[in-house]
């Protein structure tokens, strides 16, 4: 498809587990965020992907969480060890440019249990 | 002070109003700035970008402030399909990213 793709849309695993949440963003976007969004929250900001350069992961809460994106391309968010507190939903988006709007996926909804 | 701060709201208005959300940033040096709006349960969409001339969009507009370093948003003739959060976006050329800030409820009612 033409727009931002995530995987799964939900999730539900056991606390103590570890999770992978998929992000395929939009063909020739150079700039690709995670963020996360708990219930009736704003977004808060984990990991920023711009081309080659080295990731911006000023947002990432705990060691726990890490952030991949293979051939500037698809990203992949980890989450290690998983607290209920990392019941959320994780936001994937994209942008052409730092200049240009982002365009988002859909979301993964992770539900910690 | 926070890179993006909105008023978080709700700001609670009846159909047909005319209602206004500002938007303050913190880096001089932005360039680039929008409005998304979010429905609940939805993940955020481009309502419109903001230019340094202001913009209009049938019943929206936008402007921009550079001396006071805000933008703000103006919706006219409010909808009950307006109830969303909105939410202001600065690009960031320091930090080269773009940030959200944590976004306004509106709601609308009949």
């Known amino acids: 498809g033409a727009g931002v793709s995530q995987s799964p849309s939900n999730k539900v695993t056991e606390k103590g587990k570890d999770v992978e949440l998929r992000c395929d963003p939009i063909?020739?976007?150079?700039?690709l965020y995670w963020y996360r969004q708990s219930l009736g929250q704003g977004l808060e900001f984990l990991i920023y992907f711009q081309g080659n350069s080295a990731p911006d992961k000023s947002g990432l809460p705990s060691d726990r969480f890490s952030a991949e994106r293979t051939g500037g391309s698809v990203s992949t968010l980890t989450i290690q060890r998983t607290q209920q507190e990392d019941s959320a939903v994780y936001l994937c988006?994209?942008?052409?440019?730092?200049?240009?709007?982002?365009?988002f996926g859909q979301g993964t909804r992770l539900t910690v249990v | 002070r926070k890179e993006v701060e909105q008023d978080p709201g709700p700001f609670n208005v009846p159909e047909g109003a005319t209602v206004a959300f500002n938007c303050t940033y913190s880096n001089s040096a932005s360039q680039s700035f929008f409005w998304y709006r979010q429905d609940c349960r939805k993940e955020p969409k481009l309502l419109m970008s903001?230019?340094?001339s202001g913009n209009e969009d049938g019943r929206f507009t936008a402007q921009l402030n550079r001396a006071s370093q805000y933008i703000s948003l103006l919706i006219r003739d409010s909808k009950l399909s307006d109830s969303a959060t909105y939410l202001c976006?600065?690009?960031?050329?320091?930090?080269?990213?773009?940030?959200f800030g944590t976004g306004t409820r509106l709601l609308v009612s009949p």
């Open positions: 063909s020739g976007h150079t700039a």
């Open positions: 903001v230019y340094s």
């Open positions: 976006v600065v690009n960031f050329a320091g930090f080269q990213k773009l940030v």
């Open positions: 988006a994209s942008s052409m440019s730092l200049d240009t709007e982002a365009f």
